[in-house]
Nanobody
Framework: QVQLVESGGGLVQAGGSLRLSCAAS????????MGWFRQAPGQEREFVAA????????FYSDSVKERFAISRDNALNTVYLQMNSLKPEDTAVYYC?????????????????WGQGTQVTVSS
């Protein structure tokens, strides 16, 4: 059983940066592709970024490409999401998720395990 715990969320001004972390326990995270999703109030959860088990392949939504960067440290069982040039529309609860195969990294229902989420609020 994989357990995921996100941290690093908070309140930041537009144009600022935050780095989210997702710590995995219960099994080596290197066995899973990892993804970040977000859900804004009143909206459906949407894909943000994903990374393969080895870290050699990454995927981004068009809305965050060039501003966000996903990375992982398998020795620490941790995945990161560096968020730069934040905008008010990035405000959401951010979730990390684990997918054994990462066959379709943008598809929410492909992921096997989810964290509880961390709130990111970007003020204008």
């Amino acid at each position: 059983q994989v357990q995921l715990v996100e941290s690093g969320g908070g309140l930041v001004q537009a144009g600022g940066s935050l780095r989210l972390s997702c710590a995995a326990s219960g099994v080596s995270s290197s066995r899973y592709g990892m993804g970040w999703f977000r859900q804004a109030p009143g909206q459906e959860r949407e894909f943000v970024a994903a990374i393969s088990r080895s870290g050699t392949s990454t995927f981004y939504s068009d809305s965050v490409k060039e501003r966000f960067a996903i990375s992982r440290d398998n020795a620490l069982n941790t995945v990161y999401l560096q968020m730069n040039s934040l905008k008010p529309e990035d405000t959401a609860v951010y979730y990390c998720a684990a997918d054994r195969f990462l066959g379709r990294p943008t598809m929410e229902n492909e992921y096997d395990y989810w964290g509880q989420g961390t709130q990111v609020t970007v003020s204008s």
